[in-house]
Nanobody
C-alpha cells in the first residue's frame, strides 16, 4: 500500500519560490506521481506528474516554465519546485499516485485518484 505525506507549504510573496515535498512509502517504483491543487470554492485540478521510473513529466499549461517536478529515488520523495509564484497559485496542494502517467492528462482524473496525501497549504500574497 502506497502512502504519501506532503510538506513544504507556506506563505510567500508574489514572485517568490517554494519547494513542496511528497514522501512516499510502499511500492512506488511502478507508479506515476502527481501534484494537484484545490483553491477555495474550486475543483481540484492537475498541476504536474512524473513517472517514477524513467522520469517522464507532464505539466498543466499554467505552470509550465515556472514549476518543476522531480523525484529522488534514494529518499523515495517527489518534489514540486515552484518559482515565480502568483496569487492565483494559492491553494491546498495534494500529492497523488497512480500506475499510469497518461491518466493524468484526463481533465476528470482527479475524481478517480485512489491514493492521496493529506495536502499542504500554499498562500501567495500580492
Amino acid at each position: 500500500q502506497v502512502k504519501l505525506v506532503e510538506s513544504g507549504g507556506g506563505l510567500v510573496q508574489a514572485g517568490g519560490s517554494l519547494r513542496l515535498s511528497c514522501a512516499a512509502s510502499g511500492p512506488t517504483f511502478t507508479y506515476a506521481m502527481g501534484w494537484f491543487r484545490q483553491a477555495p470554492g474550486k475543483e481540484r485540478e492537475f498541476v504536474a506528474a512524473i513517472r517514477w521510473s524513467g522520469g517522464n513529466t507532464y505539466y498543466t499549461d499554467s505552470v509550465k516554465g515556472r514549476f518543476t517536478i522531480s523525484r529522488d529515488h534514494a529518499k523515495n520523495t517527489v518534489y514540486l519546485q515552484m518559482n515565480s509564484l502568483k496569487p492565483e497559485d494559492t491553494a491546498v496542494y495534494y500529492c497523488a499516485a497512480d500506475p499510469s502517467l497518461t491518466r493524468y492528462r484526463d481533465p476528470t482524473f482527479a475524481g478517480a485518484v485512489d491514493i492521496w496525501g493529506q495536502g499542504t497549504q500554499v498562500t501567495v500574497s500580492s
